[in-house]
């Protein structure tokens, strides 16, 4: 069956320091992955897509990398800062009838300390 | 400053009673999407609208569920008869799509808080 993981314990790290949050998926051959940021109360915000032609994908301190053969994908944060603290979900797509539909991981839990 | 909106934000019924959830997708986008998030389940799809046709809806119970698009501007997500199995955040995106039909940068709304007794 098809899977998403990411990693259910929270992420605690010192202020300055860079964090990275895995994705990892079983059974999906995505075109392309994204990543979003959700606060509590909120709905999630999107931060970057990378399609599977791409290796890495850069956007101010986020850094993300896709491995097709690993199925795998990292998301960095560096320079992190207490803002940066809140829950990481990664989606793919599977295909329908013809169509992309997105599919999200549980997400992981950033906690920045100052 | 476009924006996804939904109302209410915050819903409590009773068991058994009819609920209706509304959205506003952002205009000239052609993709609506819904989802309930949980905290045991995570973020699902529950349906999927492009250019106000349905194109998925593999993830919702179809027998006490129903969405529809009565027109670009609104979505509606409707549970008839609600249970407390159906407690859970309801979020409304939106997107667009283009000739790859790969769905690009969702702009999700605020959220409804549903609580069913």
């Known amino acids: 069956s098809q899977k998403i993981e990411q990693n259910s314990e929270a992420l605690n790290i010192q202020e300055g320091k860079t964090a990275t949050l895995t994705c990892n998926y079983t059974?999906?051959?995505?075109?392309?992955l994204q990543w979003y940021r959700q606060d509590p109360g909120r709905g999630p915000v999107f931060l970057l897509l990378i399609r599977e032609n791409e290796k890495e994908k850069r956007k101010e301190r986020l850094k993300v990398t896709f491995d097709t053969t690993l199925k795998q994908s990292l998301f960095h944060i560096t320079a992190s800062q207490p803002a940066d603290s809140a829950t990481y979900l990664c989606?793919?797509?599977?295909?329908?009838?013809?169509?992309?539909?997105?599919?999200f991981g549980r997400g992981t839990s950033l906690i920045v300390h100052p | 400053d476009a924006r996804v909106t939904q109302t209410p934000r915050d819903k409590v019924t009773e068991m058994g009673q009819e609920v209706t959830m509304r959205c506003q997708p952002i205009l000239g986008h052609n993709t609506v999407f819904w989802y309930r998030q949980t905290m045991m389940q995570g973020l699902e799809l529950l349906a999927y609208f492009r250019n106000r046709a349905p194109l998925d809806d593999s993830g919702m119970p179809k027998d006490r569920f129903s969405a529809e698009m009565p027109d670009a501007t609104l979505a509606t997500l409707k549970i008839q008869p609600s249970e407390p199995r159906d407690s859970a955040v309801y979020f409304c995106?939106?997107?667009?799509?283009?000739?790859?039909?790969?769905?690009?940068?969702?702009?999700f709304g605020p959220g409804t808080r549903l609580t069913v007794l």
């Open positions: 995106a939106s997107g667009l799509v283009g000739g790859g039909r790969a769905v690009g940068e969702q702009f």
């Open positions: 989606a793919l797509d599977r295909t329908s009838g013809g169509s992309y539909i997105p599919t």
């Open positions: 059974n999906y051959s995505p075109a392309y």
